[in-house]
């Protein structure tokens, strides 16, 4: 394929990038700049008022709960990219190696159980985990206790919410990158006497670090912002950074504080994105595409 | 050899369990939902002594349920459509041309994928408040639609990007060879080309806006869409309709997205015949 160079004068060019630009400076990176200056501002009796200072930004340093909130959600965001990353290794092996046939109907499964409304799968999850759900209903039948287990409402329900609703980022990330790894390599590890094991350690997983990378990043950034899960199966006993900043908006009415809580998990965010990023552009020309 | 038949089992076994096991994980609360909409006890316990379908007719009869589902229909129609429109094009001049400040165009349009939802909802709110203020309009369903768009896009324009990569221009060549102008090579062959995966894209958008929560919630200010309904219905209290609601919305969404890829694979194969017979 070729690739035409073109310059700004072009209408082409003018047309295929300047709406969707226009759009995204509008509506996404005007309101970021916004949400930057609003944290330099207080509040009055529920009301915004023009005061350019640090107090607010003051107030989040010190306040402790602030603090193990965030630490909370980075915790809780840590243990949800461990599991997602080592549940999808074998997931993605098997469909790139094993289901070659059937391939496309896993991936459209996966694809509509990520697509499906968010409340009613987390709503669906409560039915399931619930003391008289599901999972103890059958449990029961077939001879155990009538609670064998009770989690819902606890930090592990939580847990299973953020793994299912980000699961899929995983798997297709890292899918992507075992497809693209040369079979000769791994035949080449073969014939010289590797096992079948010892060449997924030292070949394919190596090679497939940048989709672990990448899909650990995303799971890891969209886990930051978490609402849903923490608060229908969390039963928003162990609020996380989502909602103590929707609760800063809506109960408390401090838009400036709001804000100034926005930009620290924003920050948070980008400075994981870029850091790895910078890990991404070193491992690439090493696994270089053949 | 006996070791590589006990790692050969060994690997096969935990290759395909842990498939099986992640497809089993994904639809127990989907599974789960389908088998309570079909539960004629108001109290949602398992096991299910007997069953009905009587609460379809109490969800229709709900009072939120034909609007939420109003606007839900709305806001996805009019936000796939915008974004499969700036998608493509954008896709387009990700892969296909080479300009300066490339780098900030696409950095630009991908990183909304990046954001947690709840925080580009918020950051979004603020600006349609600080513009509301300004020219006096109040959240509602277009914020929302707006709110979506801009969700949408990265997704629509990396789904055709992917397809796009590699594309094969021999045929508009040929096309521009011919005589064909700009217009028409785009139209006659570019375009027939490229919408196998505008399509899927347009499709995968269109569910991710109608189940989308986050965005909405933020907003649409009282407008409520089905995601938001059903959030502030299990709130006060859990009601067997919200089981017959996911029943009747999953198999319309199953069915569209096996329809995509049945689409898919029909273009692909006649694409192939096409050039075998050129």
Known sequence: ?290 | MKFHRVEHVAGNTVLYGSVAAVLLFFYVPIFTLILFSFSDSRFLVFPIDSFSIRWFGDLLQSRDFLPALRNSAVIALFSTLAATVLGTAAAVAWIRYSFRFQRVFQALTFSPLLFPQLLLGVVMLLWFSVLGGWFGFSPSVWTATVGHIVYITPFALIIIAVQLYGFDDTLEDAARDAGANQWQVFREVTFPMMWPGVFVAAIFVFLLSWGNFYITYSLAGTARTLPTFVFSGIAVGSSPIYPALATITFIPGLGLLFFAEFMRRRAAAKRRVEIHTE
């Open chain 1, 1 to 290: 394929m070729q690739i035409r160079t073109k310059r700004w004068s072009s209408p082409t060019l003018l047309l295929t990038t300047l709406p969707l630009a226009a759009l995204l400076i509008t509506f996404f990176i005007v309101p970021l700049a916004m949400t930057g200056v609003l944290s330099f501002q207080g509040t009055e009796y529920y009301r915004l008022v023009w005061t350019w200072d640090l107090e607010v930004w003051r107030e989040v340093f010190s306040q402790f709960s602030y603090w193990s909130t965030m630490l909370r959600t980075l915790t809780m965001a840590l243990i949800a990219v461990f599991l997602c990353v080592v549940i999808s290794i074998p997931v993605a092996y098997a469909l790139v190696h094993r289901l070659a046939a059937v391939q496309n109907h896993v991936k459209i499964l996966i694809v509509f159980a990520f697509l499906t409304d968010a409340v009613l799968k987390s709503f669906g999850w409560v039915l399931f985990l619930d003391r008289s759900g599901v999972f103890n209903g059958m449990f029961a039948l077939i001879g155990f206790g009538p609670v064998t287990t009770d989690i819902l409402f606890e930090p592990a329900a939580t847990m299973i919410g953020m793994v299912y609703n980000h699961l899929p980022y995983t798997i297709f990330t890292i899918y992507l990158s075992m497809s693209r790894i040369d079979r000769d390599l791994m035949q080449a590890a073969y014939d010289a006497g590797a096992s079948k094991i010892r060449t997924f350690f030292e070949v394919t997983l190596p090679l497939s670090l940048p989709g672990i990378l990448a899909g650990g990043v995303l799971v890891f950034v969209l886990s930051l912002g978490v609402f849903l899960e923490p608060k229908v199966l969390g039963g928003g006993k162990a609020p996380m950074a989502a909602e103590l900043i929707r609760q800063t908006f809506e109960t408390r009415v401090n838009w400036p504080l709001g804000a100034a809580l926005t930009l620290v998990l924003i920050v948070i965010g980008a400075l994981t994105v870029i850091a790895a990023s910078a890990l991404l552009l070193r491992l690439l020309p090493k696994t270089g595409e053949h």
